[in-house]
Antibody, heavy 124, light 106 residues
Framework: EVQLVESGGGLVQPGGSLRLSCAAS????????MYWVRQVPGKGLEYVSS????????DYAKSVEGRFTISRDNSKNMLYLQMGSLRVEDMAVYYC?????????????????WGQGTLVIVSS | DIQMTQSPSSLSASIGDKVIITCRAS??????LNWYQQKPGKAPKLVIY???SLESGVPSRFSGSGSGTDFTLTISSLQPEDIATYYC????????FGQGTKVEVK
């Protein structure tokens, strides 16, 4: 079974740091790009960051660029998000998601599956 | 960034009704459009990809259509298990999502 399991969320003070982890299983992790997407409870979905299958290319939303770092360890089937200088507006459920690309459909990409999410609370 | 606008933001329908949700992109995205279903307290789940392809395991009452800037998600006969919030997402550029459409039972 293809599965993603996040961990590492919790309560952190504004300005603090936190590292999220995402454990992948049931598929060849090293052949897929991976994403972090967040959701403020009761609100919509927001792209946070992405990393290529071998980790040589990363991208960030403007709202987190310079504060967050995405990385992966393909030997351990693990995805990470190092979050620093946290702000109240970073408080959200953070999901990791696998990127599936359809070459037959013009390289359309989609997120499947998603992890169950981990809640980050930024508060003093 | 490409803005995605869904309508309506919420709807109330009876079991068995046909439900249509629309999604409009701020610029043409060809067919680079996906739909997700999210139930309360759960992660989003892929329903439709490439605008009209049904994800494996998703009931055939779900369908998608559109290209360019205008897209629709249709549930042909609403079932109790379809009560959820639905999001469109463009994959033409850096992914962005619609604000969601909450589907409730009348």
């Amino acid at each position: 079974e293809v599965q993603l399991v996040e961990s590492g969320g919790g309560l952190v003070q504004p300005g603090g740091s936190l590292r999220l982890s995402c454990a992948a299983s049931g598929f060849s992790f090293s052949t897929y790009g991976m994403y972090w997407v967040r959701q403020v409870p009761g609100k919509g979905l927001e792209y946070v960051s992405s990393i290529s299958s071998i980790g040589d290319s990363t991208d960030y939303a403007k709202s987190v660029e310079g504060r967050f770092t995405i990385s992966r360890d393909n030997s351990k089937n693990m995805l990470y998000l190092q979050m620093g200088s946290l702000r109240v507006e970073d408080m959200a459920v953070y999901y990791c998601a696998r990127e599936v690309i359809s070459r037959s459909d013009g390289f359309n990409s989609r997120f499947d599956p998603w992890g169950q999410g981990t809640l980050v609370i930024v508060s003093s | 960034d490409i803005q995605m606008t869904q309508s309506p933001s919420s709807l109330s329908a009876s079991i068995g009704d046909k439900v249509i949700i629309t999604c409009r992109a701020s610029q043409s995205i060809s067919n680079y459009l996906n739909w997700y279903q999210q139930k309360p307290g759960k992660a989003p789940k892929l329903v439709i990809y490439v605008a009209s392809s049904l994800e494996s395991g998703v009931p055939s009452r779900f369908s998608g259509s559109g290209s360019g800037t205008d897209f629709t998600l249709t549930i042909s006969s609403l079932q109790p298990e379809d009560i959820a919030t639905y999001y469109c997402q463009q994959s033409y550029t850096t992914p962005t999502f619609g604000q969601g459409t909450k589907v409730e039972v009348k």
